[in-house]
């Protein structure tokens, strides 16, 4: 099955420091016994989890039911391997942005029923998206260049990309806290995201600069008082 069929409940798949956005990829490793039977229960049927960043905290309660911020991302499992030790390696896509406050079950997982989010339209031949996503991209390659991120997103310079597509994987890839990009998720408006990412980014060069160790002398020259 493709699609999720419609007041279907879901697993949570709740993790520290992770946001998936829609359309990104994410890899796990699946370990836990809960989490193994997880995957095994999904599989035979739609093949969806959603996966939610945990609140502040989970580290006490991480073997019982620590809790987790409400707005996730539906994810369909695309890849799977079995291993040796009955764990599993998985790649999910994000599917949707979802609201993950109406528990159904706890145990052994917890499952959810999902209000999927409704995303702002926007046209993708609208001139202003064309001029939004090409200054994202802009400002992405001087980051990216600057802090020697090599690599990262090398599909993001393919011009037919959606723009969705585009600011939501850049958005995983900003190497910033996970509570940042939850913000950036919880946003209604893909136009808005890229803005708000654009001002991160400009934020981080900042910083950057404002830190880094000042140039040394020019060959030949020597520092200090004469």
Known sequence: ????????????????????????????????????????????????????LLMPGWEEDYRGAPPF???????????????VDDCYD?????????????LVRDYPYRLALPETLVQAPYPEDDPLVELEKRALLEAWTRFAREHELPGTVPEASDPGLPFETLVNRLAMALPVPATHKLRLLEMDGVFDRSQAMRALIERLRRTARAVAPPAPPPEGEEGGNN
């Open 1 to 52: 099955m493709s699609a999720l069929p419609v007041n279907q409940p879901v697993p949570v798949f709740p993790l520290p420091d992770v946001v998936l956005f829609p359309s990104g990829m994410l890899p796990l490793h699946i370990f836990e016994l809960r989490y193994r039977t997880m995957v095994r229960d999904v599989l035979s049927s739609h093949r969806h989890i959603a996966i939610a």
């Open 69 to 83: 911020h409400p707005v996730g991302c539906l994810a369909r499992i695309e890849q799977v391997e079995w291993l």
């Open 90 to 102: 998985l790649v999910v896509r994000g599917t949707a942005r979802v609201r993950l406050d109406r």
